[in-house]
């Protein structure tokens, strides 16, 4: 101020002595100003404009001080036109820079962005050399930020961070760009800038401001640990009483999701303390009820949770709930069922009544009183929450278990598993159910399935019953190993599981011929539970374990004799090699590898000498040990020089090196087999691996040239055209169709006669498809079908055809095709493909009729099929269509009774959409219902339940009910069509 000052009075000693009086008036008004007595300064500032001419220095520093004036004492809109006049019209001025500044400053204040920006952008182009350059470039940033418009935000104020120039906001620029992207939800970018706050401008005003929001941003990213370590810091205490409530209830929420309870107790009851009026004091008093419950001081969440209930609002609704809760987890189930009663009585409408009604039915389930329990977990099948669902049929399923009803538990357990998140322990209990079921239901693989995804989510939980179910079913597939695995796993010393562990192992181990391993778990069985029901059957086998493992004279005490014909013969070379291979077969593999060489060395004459030296290379092979395989066949070949299995081991060899990634030395091992071996049973399978090693090198037109080559030179090999037709192949699946066709083409003129003629020419046809040759494409297909009705490639070739007359609006062509196909491929597995597609063509040319009778056809020929089911539902469509409802409502039943996928939500929609046209409005909610809760995955026919469960409700003249049912599409369906027809039915509710 002062050097603008001197130099305003250099200017002044340089005017003439006429204009000394206004020489005395301008230094009165820089004296005022100076002295901030802004009124009178700017009164004074007016007359010397009204006495200069514009062209003059000291009218441009009497128009910006005016201003400035005006500024100084608040009258922001009028000090704008003094500014305006500067920047406007005296663009010479040496104050027209800063008046665009301060006016992109105040046009802020005002909230009008576009003019600040407009301003602050002038002075960026114009003054490119501005020491307010960084300085504008923060403002714009703040401007798009206030307007909602943050990625422009972020560029300009990463372009203020960035600058070089004496930006005075740089600390500020640096907050503003991390709080954006902490609303963007970026928190890692946020605490990187914040971050960057505190390391280079620690002295900021902003800086504990900064520390507190980094401990917010690591809260979201849900790295409590980090969001403890800096909303631990003591100076927050000297944050504003309104973030201060903030950063201690944060730090509650931290020290509670690492399950510091007693730490999260102390910070929820300091906010409760020192922060009563705040917006989150309830909130606190609820963490606090968690924190204690948690630290399993039920009595004390109890009052906690007591106190809270007593209110209005959602918190009192759930802490209703959790006294409950803090009661049965105490052991006073009676106390915490006349609660969950009393809410049902206060709150029969809330959400949460199915949660209560879970509750309900789990204390009556650990009351063993089942039919009381079942009733109100039924009704909590019905929750809108997953979870509660979940839970409610999860408890369904162990009740009908318990009664070994498999059936009706398979029934439940499975929505569970299909509505529940993975994380969840009802998902893992669901999943139990659901193998234990599966299993008593005979399908031992899908109960392994279940059982291995409980494991894979959480390998602690409940690891004895699933290692007990999932070795019985093991060994119910025949999978001994497996199963002996499973057995071994088992921990428990329950005296049941103990006893079937050990006959079950016995089992296994004579299975696998482990024989002596057996013979010792049913000696233990036979010694520990004699009076077993098994006894007998357990005696008999130990008989066979002692015989398998050649203790006779223990045999023949229980069989009363002595069978020598399945005994074992060392000097047999045949069993000895049976028995080197039960070994491997059993999981031996190093036992099986030594016998082999024992077997070699001892029979080097015999067949079984070169054959087991080959075994063990196969071994290695099989265990992945390829180098050590390769030594292997090559022994074959060093002391066999003549043997059969030479053409068997070069191709063996070049296996094991393309498994190596060693394509070049696969290669000439197959080439062994070619050159060596032409017509040997092996030449085939050297052609394919030699082709997916040059594939694999990406070296594909030498498998072409190589495929050529040996055609040209084995021409009568059986085998020559299957070689062949491998160059179509290789150009197909590089997407190359030209070559494609020209190789199948020559394909054809080569071999006339070859079986794969009918796959050419469909290969032909989908090249042309793919070249866009529709014609040809048409013609190919044609004569498949046509020429070789009784190939496989004729009911896809049909298929295809069908689909591309379609896409051509040329049903009429399509309906002939498919009509002949039906008729000539009767016996085609793709039948019901072909004849959905003739039902749908019909739609198209509205033969209603005809398409009618078709999907008939469909579903009574072919009722195992997926084409049944969809050809159903149509049935139901056109019956619908003509009100001819029962026939609908059956059409639509049977599919949703038996499907629980995409098909199965279709006919259940559908058959709501049927029982609303039939002015049936309660029971169409119903049925909308089932879409909810049976086939909860399956969008959009939840949100089409919904709004039709909204017209029902509107028919039913219930618009409250309808408004909820609108008002969940909307919810979920913002700014798409669903959601704006949802919209526009609430609208006209109103």
């Given at each position: 101020m002062h050097k603008i000052f001197i130099s305003i009075i250099t200017l002044l000693l340089g005017l003439p002595l006429f204009a000394q009086n206004l020489t005395e008036k301008f230094n009165d008004a820089m004296n005022a100003y100076n002295n901030q007595l802004y009124s009178e300064a700017y009164k004074i500032f007016d007359e010397v404009i009204k006495d200069y001419d514009v062209e003059d220095e000291l009218y441009s520093v009497a128009r910006f001080y005016a201003a400035n004036s005006l500024l100084k004492m608040g009258k922001k809109d009028e000090s704008t036109s003094g500014f305006e006049y500067i920047v406007n019209s005296i663009v010479w001025s040496k104050f027209r820079e800063e008046s665009l500044f301060k006016l992109g400053l105040i046009y802020y204040d005002l909230n009008r962005f576009a003019l600040s920006r407009k301003n602050h952008l002038m002075l960026i182009y114009q003054y490119p050399n501005s020491e307010y350059l960084g300085s504008s470039m923060y403002w714009i940033g703040e401007s798009y930020s206030a307007e909602g418009k943050l990625d422009d935000a972020i560029e300009f104020l990463t372009q203020a961070i960035e600058d070089k120039s004496a930006n005075r906001y740089r600390d500020h620029s640096i907050y503003a760009l991390a709080s954006i992207y902490e609303k963007k939800h970026d928190y890692q970018n946020a605490v990187k800038y914040y971050d960057q706050l505190l390391t280079y401008h620690s002295n900021s005003s902003l800086a504990l401001e900064a520390q507190v929001r980094i401990g917010v941003c690591y809260f979201y990213l849900k790295d409590y640990y980090n969001s403890i370590l800096e909303l631990n810091n003591p100076d927050i205490q000297k944050l504003p009483t309104e973030n201060l409530s903030e950063a201690l209830y944060l730090l509650a929420n931290s020290h509670y999701r690492v399950e510091e309870y007693s730490d999260a107790a102390n910070t929820y009851s300091e906010v409760i303390k020192r922060f009563p009026n705040s917006d989150i004091y309830r909130n606190s008093q609820y963490g606090l009820a968690w924190s204690l419950f948690q630290q399993s001081k039920y009595g004390e969440a109890y009052q906690v949770f007591n106190t809270l209930s007593e209110g209005y609002d959602s918190i009192a609704i759930k802490s209703f709930i959790w006294k409950g809760e803090s009661k049965r987890y105490a052991g006073q189930t009676n106390e915490a069922l006349a609660i969950f009663q009393n809410f049902l009585v206060k709150y029969p409408d809330d959400p949460s009544t199915t949660l209560v009604e879970n509750l309900i039915g789990l204390i009556y389930f650990d009351q063993n009183k089942f039919e009381q329990s079942t009733q109100y977990l039924t009704n909590a099948t019905s929750s809108e929450d997953p979870l509660t669902r979940a839970k409610a049929f999860t408890m369904i399923g162990e009740i009908e278990l318990q009664n070994k009803n498999y059936i009706k538990a398979r029934g439940n357990f499975d929505p569970a598993v299909r509505i529940s998140s993975e994380e969840s322990e009802v998902h893992l209990r669901a999943l139990l159910g659901l193998g234990v079921s599966l299993f008593h239901l005979g399908d031992y693989n899908e109960a392994v399935e279940n059982f291995r995804q409980a494991e894979t989510i959480d390998p602690a939980f409940e690891q004895d019953k699933i290692n007990f179910y999932m070795a019985e079913s093991y060994y119910s597939l025949g999978k001994y190993q497996e199963a002996l695995s499973r057995y071994n796993n088992i921990k428990s010393t329950e005296i049941e599981y103990v006893r079937q562990v050990t006959y079950s192992k016995g089992y296994c181990q004579f299975n696998l011929g482990n024989y002596s391993n057996a013979a010792y778990l049913f000696s233990e069985f036979i010694q520990n539970y004699p009076d077993d029901f098994r006894m007998t059957?357990?005696?008999?086998?130990?008989?066979?374990?002692?015989?398998?493992?050649?203790?006779?004279?223990?045999?023949?005490?229980?069989?009363?004799?002595?069978?020598?014909?399945?005994?074992?013969?060392?000097?047999?070379?045949?069993?000895?090699?049976?028995?080197?291979?039960?070994?491997?077969?059993?999981?031996?593999?190093?036992?099986?590898?030594?016998?082999?060489?024992?077997?070699?060395?001892?029979?080097?004459?015999?067949?079984?000498?070169?054959?087991?030296?080959?075994?063990?290379?196969?071994?290695?092979?099989?265990?992945?040990?390829?180098?050590?395989?390769?030594?292997?066949?090559?022994?074959?070949?060093?002391?066999?020089?003549?043997?059969?299995?030479?053409?068997?081991?070069?191709?063996?060899?070049?296996?094991?090196?393309?498994?190596?990634?060693?394509?070049?030395?696969?290669?000439?091992?197959?080439?062994?087999?070619?050159?060596?071996?032409?017509?040997?049973?092996?030449?085939?399978?050297?052609?394919?691996?030699?082709?997916?090693?040059?594939?694999?090198?990406?070296?594909?037109?030498?498998?072409?040239?190589?495929?050529?080559?040996?055609?040209?030179?084995?021409?009568?090999?059986?085998?020559?055209?299957?070689?062949?037709?491998?160059?179509?192949?290789?150009?197909?699946?590089?997407?190359?169709?030209?070559?494609?066709?020209?190789?199948?083409?020559?394909?054809?003129?080569?071999?006339?006669?070859?079986?794969?003629?009918?796959?050419?020419?469909?290969?032909?046809?989908?090249?042309?498809?793919?070249?866009?040759?529709?014609?040809?494409?048409?013609?190919?297909?044609?004569?498949?079908?046509?020429?070789?009705?009784?190939?496989?490639?004729?009911?896809?070739?049909?298929?295809?055809?069908?689909?591309?007359?379609?896409?051509?609006?040329?049903?009429?062509?399509?309906?002939?095709?498919?009509?002949?196909?039906?008729?000539?491929?009767?016996?085609?597995?793709?039948?019901?493909?072909?004849?959905?597609?003739?039902?749908?063509?019909?739609?198209?040319?509205?033969?209603?009729?005809?398409?009618?009778?078709?999907?008939?056809?469909?579903?009574?020929?072919?009722?195992?099929?997926?084409?049944?089911?969809?050809?159903?539902?149509?049935?139901?469509?056109?019956?619908?269509?003509?009100?001819?409802?029962?026939?609908?409502?059956?059409?639509?039943?049977?599919?949703?009774?038996?499907?629980?996928?995409?098909?199965?939500?279709?006919?259940?929609?559908?058959?709501?959409?049927?029982?609303?046209?039939?002015?049936?409005?309660?029971?169409?909610?119903?049925?909308?219902?089932?879409?909810?809760?049976?086939?909860?995955?399956?969008?959009?026919?939840?949100?089409?339940?919904?709004?039709?469960?909204?017209?029902?409700?509107?028919?039913?003249?219930?618009?409250?009910?309808?408004?909820?049912?609108?008002?969940?599409?909307?919810?979920?369906?913002?700014?798409?069509?669903?959601?704006?027809?949802?919209?526009?039915?609430?609208?006209?509710?109103?």
């Open positions: 059957d357990a005696k008999l086998r130990l008989a066979d374990s002692y015989f398998g493992s050649k203790n006779f004279a223990a045999a023949s005490k229980i069989f009363k004799e002595v069978f020598k014909s399945g005994k074992f013969s060392s000097d047999d070379p045949y069993t000895y090699f049976q028995y080197a291979q039960a070994l491997y077969k059993s999981g031996e593999s190093n036992a099986a590898i030594d016998e082999f060489r024992n077997l070699q060395k001892k029979f080097p004459d015999s067949k079984y000498g070169e054959s087991s030296l080959f075994t063990i290379g196969f071994i290695r092979f099989q265990e992945g040990e390829f180098e050590e395989a390769i030594n292997d066949y090559r022994m074959v070949m060093q002391i066999y020089k003549k043997s059969s299995l030479t053409p068997a081991v070069y191709y063996s060899i070049g296996d094991a090196y393309f498994n190596l990634g060693e394509y070049d030395s696969a290669i000439v091992n197959y080439r062994n087999v070619l050159a060596k071996y032409p017509s040997s049973e092996y030449a085939y399978d050297a052609i394919n691996g030699m082709q997916y090693s040059y594939v694999a090198a990406g070296r594909s037109n030498e498998a072409i040239n190589l495929i050529d080559r040996y055609v040209s030179q084995n021409p009568n090999l059986k085998f020559s055209d299957q070689i062949y037709f491998k160059k179509g192949e290789i150009y197909y699946s590089q997407r190359d169709y030209e070559n494609a066709k020209l190789s199948y083409q020559e394909f054809l003129v080569k071999y006339p006669k070859s079986s794969f003629v009918p796959e050419a020419y469909y290969w032909l046809g989908k090249s042309s498809q793919n070249l866009k040759q529709d014609d040809e494409a048409i013609f190919y297909f044609s004569k498949v079908f046509d020429n070789y009705p009784g190939s496989e490639s004729a009911a896809v070739s049909v298929i295809e055809l069908g689909k591309m007359y379609e896409a051509k609006g040329n049903y009429q062509a399509g309906i002939d095709v498919l009509e002949r196909a039906s008729s000539k491929l009767k016996d085609s597995p793709r039948l019901p493909e072909v004849l959905f597609l003739k039902g749908s063509a019909y739609i198209k040319v509205d033969d209603v009729q005809k398409a009618y009778a078709t999907f008939e056809e469909l579903a009574m020929y072919h009722p195992e099929t997926v084409f049944a089911d969809r050809g159903k539902i149509e049935m139901g469509l056109i019956d619908l269509a003509i009100s001819r409802f029962n026939e609908a409502d059956k059409n639509f039943l049977d599919v949703a009774g038996r499907r629980t996928d995409d098909l199965g939500a279709k006919a259940q929609y559908q058959y709501g959409v049927s029982l609303f046209e039939q002015g049936k409005y309660s029971e169409a909610v119903s049925a909308l219902v089932r879409v909810r809760t049976v086939f909860s995955q399956y969008e959009p026919w939840i949100s089409r339940s919904y709004l039709l469960m909204g017209d029902c409700y509107v028919k039913m003249n219930d618009k409250r009910q309808a408004e909820e049912m609108y008002r969940v599409v909307v919810t979920k369906h913002k700014g798409n069509e669903l959601g704006e027809e949802a919209r526009q039915k609430i609208n006209k509710l109103k």
